[in-house]
C-alpha cells in the first residue's frame, strides 16, 4: 500500500477547520517543514504579525531552512517521474501524533456538547417568553381601554375630570412607554434565542465534523499501521537483495578489473598495429609511385636503349678502326724505341769526346736525366694519402673501412684489415643531372646485386653493406691479415672505434693542407693512417702515443685525438697486472686476474667465476688514475668513481652479495610471466633497433648474438611465451647494453625486464 504525501514530515490532515482547532489547543498545528522532523512548529513570537513559521524551535534557523528548501526541490524532481511512498517510520510518528491530538481535543468536544444542550434548553423557553409578551400585551391593552373609559367619564364631567384627564393621559404615555420597552425585551429575547440556535445549530456541525474526522482517523490509522506491516515485510526484502547485489558487486568490480587491463593490452596492441598498418600503406604508396616512375623510366630508358645498342654497334666499328691505329702506333713506338736503345748503347761504349770540342751532338742523344727525372721525384716526395675515410666497425672479427684517393673521383674502395675487398661508386642518369643509386662490385669486379629486385642500392651504407656481407661470405685469403698491435686489439670495440675517428683527420692530412696535423713527420701520418684502417703496429702506436698537445695543436682534432690516445698509454699502476688474492669473503674465494682484454685491468673471481672486471682509468696524463668497477656487466657507478683497485673490487663483492639469481632454465617460473609484464616487454623491444647505437656495439661478439636473438624473440608476439634461455639473457642484461644513457627506449625496455625480474625475485624467494 502506498501512501502519498505533499510534503515530507508534514501530518496528514490537510482540513482547515482541524488544523485551526489544532492551533487553538495550543498543539503547534502541522508538523515541522524540516526533513524526517516530527516536532511540531514554533509559535509565532508575541508582538510580531505576519504568517508563523513552518519549522520548530531547533531548526528555526537560515541554514535548516535552506536544506529543507533544497531537500524539498530534490523531491518534487523525483516525484515529477514516479510518486515515492512515505517511510514507515514517519507514518508510525504522524499516527501517534494523530492520537495524542484526539486524546487531547476529546474534553473540549464534551464542553462543546453540554453548550449545545444549554442552547436546547434556551430554544424551549421561547414559547413562554412569547406568552409572556402577550400577557404584556393584553394588559396595555386592557390599562388603554380603562384610561379610555376614564377619558370618556372625564370628559363627560370636564370640569371636574380635568386633573383626572391630564393624570390618565400620563399614565397612557406610561403605559406605551412600557409597551414599547417590553417589546424591545421582547425583540432581546428573540435575538438572543436566535443566536443561541444558530449556536448550537453550530457546534451540532461541529461536532458531526470532530465524529467524522475522528473515524476517518481511525480509518488512517488501521490503513497505516497494514502498511507498515507490509513495509517491514518490503524492507526486510530489500535487505536481502542489497546483499545479493553487493556480493555481485563485488564480483563484477573484480571482473571489470581483469577486462580493464585486458583492454588496456589490447589498446596498445591495436595502437601498434594501427602505426604498422599505416607504415605499410606509406610504403605501398612510395612503392606504388617508385614503380609508376620505374615504368615510365623503363620507357624511356628501352627507347634510349635502342638508341645506345645503334651506336654501341658504331663505337665497335670506330673502336676496331682504333685498335688497329693503336697496333700500329705501337708497332712505330717499339721500332723507335730500340733505334733509341741501339743509338744509346753506341754512345756508351764511344770514348769521351774532348773538353775543348763541341758537345753539340752529345746533347741530344739521350733525354736529360735532370728533365726526365724531375717530375718522378717531386711525385715521390710525398706518397699518395686518400682524400676522405670513412670508418664502418668490425664485422665477423675484422676492421672494414671506407676509403676515396683524389684520382678515384667518386668511386670508394670497401678496405678489410686494409686489404682492398670491393668498390662502390654512384650511379647518375645518361644526362649527370640526378643520382639514381648506388652501385657495389667485389674485389674481383663483380657486381653485387641489390635486395627486392632494385636496379641500384639506394644509399652509400646499403651498398658498402652488401660488400661487406659478401666479404664475410669469402674466406680472407691465406696470410692476408695484417699483424695488428696488441694494445690495440685489447681495447673494446667503442674505444676502437673513437680512437679509429680521432686518427682520421691526421690521416688525411697532406703537405696542402693548413694546420699543425698537416705539418707532422709523414712517419707519424703514415701511422695515423695504417690506425684508420685498423691495422696499427706496435711501432705505429708508439709514434703516435708519443705525440703531446704542443705538437698536436690545439684544434678541436687535436684534443680528440689526445683523448683517444689515453688508453693506448696506462700510468705504471696500470702495468702491474700481477693476480692479486683477496682472501675468503662470505665464504667465497676471491681473487684478481689480470683481464687479457684490457691492459691493467683485473678480472674479479669467486670460486674461479668471472663476476665482475675492475680497470684504471685516467682521463688526462696529468691526472690521477681512478678506477671503473664492472658486475655482471653492470657499471657500478658513474664512470672511474672508486679511487683505487681494492675499493673497486669491494665494490664488486658487495654488488655480489646483494644480487638475487635466476632460476633454473627448466624452471616453471619461465611460463608463468603474467600477460600485462609480456604485452610491456614486447612494446619496449619493438622501440629499441639492434642494428645501430649501443645495442650494435656490445662485445663481446657471442654475447651480443645472444642478446639480439633474446630481443627478436621478444618482438614477435605479446602473447607468446619467451623460451627460457633468450628471457634469461634479457633479465641478466645490464641497462649499458641497452642503449645509450640517454635513450628513452632503452630505459623502457630496462623497465619492463626489471619488472619482470623482481617477480621472479619474489617468486622464487616464496618458495619453501
Not at 409572556?132 to 363627560?156: G, K, L, M, P, Y
Not at 727525372?373 to 675515410?389: C, K, S
Not at 623460451?723 to 623502457?748: F, K, W
Request: net charge negative.
Amino acid at each position: 500500500m502506498t501512501t502519498k504525501t505533499l510534503r515530507r514530515g508534514k501530518a496528514a490532515a490537510t482540513d482547515e477547520w482541524l488544523a485551526r482547532k489544532l492551533i487553538e489547543a495550543g498543539f503547534g498545528g502541522a508538523d515541522c517543514d524540516f526533513p524526517d522532523c516530527t516536532n511540531a512548529r514554533a509559535p509565532r513570537p508575541p508582538g510580531k504579525s505576519g504568517s508563523p513559521t513552518k519549522f520548530c524551535v531547533q531548526h528555526n534557523n537560515p541554514r535548516d531552512r535552506q536544506k529543507a528548501y533544497r531537500a524539498r526541490k530534490d523531491l518534487e524532481k523525483e516525484r515529477a517521474a514516479a510518486p515515492e511512498p512515505v517511510p514507515v517510520q514517519q507514518a508510525v510518528a504522524r499516527g501517534a501524533r494523530e492520537e495524542q491530538v484526539l486524546a487531547s481535543l476529546l474534553p473540549r468536544v464534551l464542553t462543546a456538547l453540554e453548550a449545545v444542550h444549554q442552547g436546547q434548553h434556551a430554544a424551549a423557553d421561547t414559547a413562554a417568553i412569547a406568552a409572556h409578551i402577550t400577557e404584556v400585551n393584553s394588559a396595555a391593552d386592557e390599562r388603554a381601554r380603562q384610561a379610555e373609559e376614564r377619558r370618556e367619564t372625564a370628559v363627560q364631567d370636564a370640569g371636574k375630570a380635568r386633573e383626572e384627564a391630564a393624570r390618565s393621559e400620563q399614565d397612557a404615555a406610561d403605559a406605551r412607554a412600557e409597551q414599547q420597552a417590553a417589546q424591545k425585551e421582547a425583540a432581546t429575547a428573540l435575538r438572543e434565542a436566535a443566536d443561541a440556535d444558530s449556536r448550537a445549530t453550530a457546534e451540532r456541525a461541529a461536532l458531526d465534523e470532530l465524529s467524522g474526522a475522528h473515524r476517518e482517523l481511525r480509518d488512517t490509522h488501521q490503513q497505516l499501521s497494514g502498511a507498515h506491516d507490509l513495509l517491514k515485510t518490503r524492507h526486510k526484502e530489500l535487505e536481502q537483495a542489497h546483499t545479493d547485489l553487493t556480493e555481485e558487486h563485488r564480483q563484477l568490480v573484480a571482473a571489470h578489473g581483469r577486462l580493464q587491463g585486458e583492454a588496456e593490452t589490447q589498446s596498445r596492441r591495436l595502437e601498434e598495429l594501427s602505426g604498422q598498418h599505416t607504415r605499410l600503406e606509406e610504403t605501398q604508396r612510395r612503392t606504388a609511385a617508385d614503380l609508376a616512375a620505374a615504368q615510365s623510366e623503363n620507357t624511356g630508358l628501352a627507347a634510349r636503349l635502342e638508341e645506345l645498342q645503334a651506336h654501341r654497334e658504331e663505337l665497335k666499328t670506330e673502336n676496331g678502326r682504333l685498335n688497329g691505329l693503336l697496333e700500329e702506333e705501337r708497332e712505330r713506338h717499339r721500332r723507335e724505341l730500340a733505334a733509341l736503345q741501339t743509338q744509346l748503347d753506341t754512345t756508351r761504349k764511344a770514348p769521351a769526346p774532348d773538353t775543348t770540342a763541341g758537345h753539340d751532338d752529345s746533347d741530344t742523344l739521350g733525354p736529360d736525366p735532370a728533365d726526365s727525372d724531375e717530375g718522378t721525384d717531386a711525385a715521390q716526395d710525398e706518397p699518395r694519402a686518400p682524400v676522405a675515410i670513412e670508418d664502418l666497425g668490425v664485422h665477423g672479427g675484422a676492421g672494414w673501412t671506407l676509403v676515396r684517393y683524389e684520382d678515384d673521383h667518386s668511386r670508394w674502395r670497401v678496405l678489410r684489415d686494409g686489404e682492398i675487398a670491393g668498390s662502390i661508386q654512384p650511379e647518375h642518369s645518361l644526362h649527370g643531372t640526378s643520382l639514381l643509386g648506388w652501385s657495389a662490385r667485389t674485389s674481383h669486379a663483380m657486381p653485387l646485386r641489390p635486395p627486392h629486385g632494385q636496379k641500384h642500392f639506394s644509399n652509400r651504407e646499403q651498398a658498402a653493406g652488401a660488400v661487406v656481407r659478401d666479404g664475410l661470405r669469402r674466406a680472407a685469403a691465406p696470410g692476408s691479415a695484417a699483424a695488428v698491435a696488441d694494445a690495440f686489439a685489447a681495447l673494446t670495440e667503442p674505444d676502437q672505434n673513437a680512437l679509429v675517428a680521432a686518427v682520421i683527420p691526421l690521416a688525411i692530412a697532406t703537405s696542402e693542407r693548413a694546420g699543425k696535423l698537416a705539418r707532422l713527420p709523414q712517419a707519424v701520418r703514415e701511422a695515423a693512417l695504417r690506425t684508420a684502417l685498423r691495422v696499427p703496429g706496435e711501432a705505429d702506436l708508439q709514434q703516435l702515443t708519443a705525440l703531446d698537445a704542443a705538437e698536436l695543436g690545439r684544434s678541436k682534432e687535436a684534443r680528440q685525438l689526445l683523448r683517444a690516445l689515453q688508453d693506448l698509454s696506462p700510468a705504471a699502476a696500470q702495468q702491474e697486472t700481477d693476480p692479486v688474492d683477496l682472501g675468503t669473503i662470505g665464504g667465497r674465494a676471491w681473487r684478481l686476474e689480470p683481464d687479457p682484454t684490457y691492459r691493467g685491468g683485473y678480472q674479479v673471481l669467486a670460486d674461479g667465476t668471472e663476476l665482475g672486471a675492475v680497470a684504471p682509468v685516467r682521463q688526462r696524463k696529468t691526472d690521477t688514475v681512478r678506477w671503473t668497477a664492472e658486475h655482471r656487466r653492470r657499471a657500478l657507478g658513474r664512470g672511474p668513481a672508486h679511487a683505487g683497485r681494492d675499493a673497486a673490487a669491494r665494490a664488486v663483492i658487495a654488488a655480489e652479495e646483494a644480487w638475487v639469481p635466476l632460476p633454473d632454465l627448466d624452471d616453471e617460473a619461465y611460463l608463468r610471466i603474467p600477460a600485462g609484464l609480456r604485452s610491456d616487454l614486447y612494446v619496449a623491444a619493438g622501440r629499441v633497433d639492434s642494428r645501430r647505437g649501443r645495442l650494435a656495439q656490445v662485445q663481446p661478439g657471442a654475447y651480443r648474438q645472444q642478446l639480439h636473438a633474446a630481443l627478436s624473440q621478444a618482438r614477435r608476439s605479446a602473447s607468446g611465451r619467451i623460451r627460457s634461455q633468450h628471457l634469461a639473457v634479457l633479465l641478466d642484461a645490464a641497462r649499458e647494453d641497452l642503449g645509450a644513457p640517454g635513450s628513452t627506449a632503452a630505459d623502457r625496455l630496462y623497465e619492463a625486464i626489471q619488472g619482470i625480474r623482481s617477480v621472479f625475485v619474489t617468486s622464487t624467494s616464496s618458495r619453501p
